[in-house]
């Protein structure tokens, strides 16, 4: 194969043992097929092919009305399909934002989540999108390839100009034969360790974060009074995570300095402790405290790590806590740590994906009865996550299912009206907010709620505790519809 961008090359002759090799299009390598254009069409064929083939499989076993628990179908979305397409995204994403790769991306995507939803098939994808709390694949794809640029240490492009945390080197870590056994003990109660003396140093370190600022502090005592304190500031984009092992860095590296023959590092978070003492851990912070901890003057049995469990009244405990809480909120100035962890990049790109995931939502053509529920993609992808709806709420929060305006539609019925008036058309908003046959329990309904139910104010109630009771509400008239247009059916 000859990648180039020069419109006329010589093609190479190749001769193996007296044979020619003829050129070939397109290599499939460690399963990414590269063609010589580098458009990426026929890996995004051949992705799309293999996710139709589970499709298929799945749409004979999951129905509208029976078959597989929508649950199962997510997690099988979410378990093999998704990770079908997404291999190797980051090398091929650019192609992703294609208007031709796009289209089958959306098509296969589309078939999984109207099964999630268990929806009509008519459902467009914008609505069982939103219902279903999942992403467009192209954006999916596109994350995911700037996680891995982040991760890489590219990320002027998304977070700008600050630096990724990165791990330790394999290379940099010592030989496993050489890292000595650290462990840490638990203390429920006080003063169960080595009691205080004039030789033992004990240190309490504790990281906060406050107000969205992360701070962290030590305070070193001996006899049961603090001979100094430090406090430490870290970026805003810093975890507590973070701000726990700095501390505990400054802890290991003033036992280490210091001249006492004893010392008791004190700190509340298990997760940082179970990071420091797994001598495995790539963690760049815990390898500085490992290293410290080898390097000491003190030795290794008489530095001992403690896990305080925080708020019950250890004295050393609530000091730190304190002076880490101060430290957070110290005036603006220099900062002692400012690295962000992946887990910060991961937040912000999915804040940027559900931005242009909205952006595509409001400004889309379809899915209107949906937007008259959700308005706003970003509050639509918080509460469906708590909900989950399928079936016959999917049918409410669609307009697609047994209703005489969307039988009609599809040429199922003959005139699109309501029973209770034949110039009104039997829509969504209709049989929940105006259709008098329905009357008596929509004035239960609000009695209950405290508020009218009405195109302006469904979408408040969505958003809030009020939901459920609108919903089972909904979900009873919509079974009502459905089962009154069923029967006249069958008369016909
Ligand atoms: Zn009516």
Redesign the pocket.
Known sequence: MVITNKLKFDSPALTMGGVRVGLSRAIKILGLTVDDKLTFNEHVANVCRKALNLYKQLARAAKIHWGLNPEVSRTIYNAVVEPVIMYAASAWAPAAHKKCVRRQLDAVQRGFVQKIVKAYRTVSLNSALILAGLLPLDLRIQEAADLYEIKRGLSQRVIGNREVEKPVSFLDMPHPAHGGELSFAHLTGEGEPDQPDGQSLHIYTDGSKIEGKVGAALSVQINNTETESHQLRLDSVCSVYQAELLALERATALAAESAAQECSIFCDSRSALETVVNNVSLHPIAFKVRQNMTTSNIPPKKLKLFWVKAHIGVEGNERADSLAKDAALRPQGEVDYDRFPVSYAKRQLRLNTLGEWNRRYQSGTTASITRMFFPCALEAYRVVRKMRPFGIQTQVLTGHGGLSEYLHRFKCKESPS????PD?P?SVP??LF????FGREREDLQQKLGVNVGMRTVAGIMQGRKREEFMSFAGRVMEAVCKRNSSNAIER
């Not at 309501?418 to 008036?421: E, M, W």
């Not at 105006?434 to 046959?437: A, D, G, H, S």
């Open positions: 309501c029973t209770c008036d009104v039997e209709h049989i105006e259709c008098p046959v």
